[in-house]
C-alpha cells in the first residue's frame, strides 16, 4: 500500500484539501493526515501543535476556535497557486475521499477528541471500512479501541537511535495483542528483517513511515510490510 503523507505532500501544501485531491488525482492506496481538537470543539487536519510553520502567525491549534483557524492560509509557502488554502476540518476531508482510498487519522490531541471524532465518523458509514487510526499515545490507543473497537488502530513508534531492540519490540508487540490493536507503524529506519517477521508471526500488521526512495520501498516490501508512507506518491504510484 502506497500512503500520502498528509496528502501528496510533495506537490501541493500539507494536510489541506489541494494535497488530498493531488493523492487522489495519483491513485494513492491511503492518505494519511493529523488531526486536533480546536477550542470549540471541531476536528481540524493540521499536524504542528501551533499555526507557525505554514502561515507565519504563531498561534496554538487547542487555543483557537475554528472562525480563527480559518482566517489563516497554509498554502502560498508552497506557490501562489495555493494562496487560497485554509486548514481544513476532518469533515471537508471525508467529504472528498472516494470508496477505494484509505485514510490514515493521526491524533495529535489528547483522548478528550476522540468522542468528536466518534461523532464525526458516524456520518460517514459509508466509508467505515476505510478508516485507520493511528497515534504515539498508549493512552489515546486505549480509549480509542473502548470507543470504536471496529476501527483499527496502528500505534506509531520511533526513537532518536534508529534501532529497535528486543525488549522493546517485544513490549510494543505484547501492547499491542493485549489490547487489540491491529499493528504498528514503525519509523522506516527501525525495520530489518527480523523486526517485520517478529511482527508478522504475532499476527499483527507493519506499516512504516516516511519513505522517499524507491531501493527503501523495495527492501521494505520485500520485508514484508504491508504499506509505506511516503511524502512522494507520484514517485511509487507512477511506477507501479
Known amino acids: 500500500m502506497i500512503i500520502a503523507h498528509r496528502g501528496a505532500s510533495n506537490l501541493a501544501p500539507e494536510n489541506t484539501c489541494?494535497?488530498?485531491?493531488?493523492?487522489?488525482?495519483?491513485?494513492a492506496d491511503g492518505i494519511e493526515i493529523d488531526i486536533h481538537l480546536s477550542k470549540d470543539n471541531h476536528i481540524v487536519v493540521h499536524h504542528d501543535y501551533t499555526t507557525k510553520r505554514l502561515s507565519n502567525k504563531n498561534f496554538i491549534i487547542k487555543d483557537?476556535?475554528?472562525?480563527?483557524?480559518?482566517?489563516?492560509?497554509?498554502?502560498?509557502?508552497?506557490g501562489e497557486e495555493f494562496k487560497n488554502e485554509k486548514i481544513p476540518t476532518l469533515n471537508e476531508i471525508l467529504e472528498l475521499l472516494p470508496n477505494n482510498i484509505y485514510l490514515f487519522i493521526e491524533i495529535k490531541s489528547d483522548k478528550s477528541i476522540l468522542p468528536f471524532l466518534n461523532k464525526e465518523l458516524e456520518k460517514f458509514p459509508e466509508l467505515k471500512n476505510q478508516i485507520f487510526i493511528i497515534g504515539f499515545s498508549k493512552d489515546v490507543a486505549l480509549a480509542s479501541k473502548v470507543l470504536m473497537k471496529e476501527i483499527p488502530f496502528y500505534f506509531l513508534y520511533s526513537n532518536k537511535e534508529n534501532e529497535i531492540n528486543t525488549a522493546t519490540l517485544n513490549e510494543l508487540i505484547n501492547f499491542c495483542k493485549s489490547n487489540n490493536?491491529?499493528?504498528?507503524?514503525?519509523?522506516?529506519?527501525?525495520?530489518?528483517?527480523?523486526?517485520?517477521?517478529?511482527?508478522?508471526?504475532?499476527?499483527?500488521?507493519?506499516?512504516?513511515?516516511?519513505?522517499?526512495?524507491e531501493i527503501d520501498a523495495e527492501n521494505l516490501f520485500k520485508m514484508g510490510v504491508h504499506g509505506i508512507t511516503t511524502d512522494k506518491p507520484e514517485l511509487f504510484k507512477q511506477n507501479k
Open 18 to 27: 489541494a494535497s488530498i485531491k493531488k493523492a487522489i488525482e495519483l491513485k
Open 181 to 213: 490493536l491491529e499493528g504498528l507503524d514503525l519509523d522506516w529506519k527501525l525495520i530489518n528483517q527480523q523486526v517485520s517477521s517478529e511482527i508478522s508471526k504475532n499476527d499483527l500488521k507493519l506499516y512504516c513511515w516516511t519513505v522517499n526512495n
Open 64 to 78: 483557537c476556535t475554528l472562525a480563527k483557524l480559518k482566517e489563516f492560509e497554509v498554502g502560498s509557502h508552497i
